[in-house]
């Protein structure tokens, strides 16, 4: 919870509570403040099992953490599937070898070869030669 909080930080919030409400006021209100945070957290977990109780049955492996949007969204389009959008046969076929070693990729990978001539409807560029210019498409 306080992960990015520094140890010098913690260091000064120490000292600055001395400094307001002194030594002897000090361990009173760490008490009471801790009985606050089990007060609350009391009665967040009341309130989970009441709901809980109250959707029935059916929804015994509820969590609320189900409700974040984050994971809402990935078991909601993404499903119970282990890899439901392919990414396995995809990090599968990828050689890291060939990369590693400057060595040219496997032309066939992915199918992602070419077998029909450009979408402009013409015959490939040779060398050095450009493109057409559409200047209504710019």
């Known amino acids: ?24 006021k000090l361990p009173k209100l760490i008490q009471d403040t801790m009985g606050f945070i089990r007060k609350v957290r009391s009665f967040a977990d009341s309130a989970k099992e009441d709901i809980r109780s109250e959707l029935g049955p059916e929804f015994q492996d509820f969590e609320f953490q189900d409700l974040h949007p984050k994971t809402f969204v990935r078991k909601q389009l993404l499903g119970g599937n282990e890899d439901p959008l392919g990414f396995k046969e995809i990090r599968d076929g990828l050689d890291f070898r060939s990369v590693l070693n400057d060595e040219p990729a496997p032309s066939s990978s992915f199918g992602l070869t070419r077998t029909t001539p450009p979408a402009t409807g013409g015959a490939a560029l040779r060398d050095g030669e450009r493109p057409p210019f559409d200047p209504d498409a710019t």
């Open 1 to 24: 919870m306080f992960a990015d909080i520094a140890p010098l930080e913690v260091v000064t919030l120490a000292i600055m509570a001395v400094v307001i409400f002194g030594p002897d």
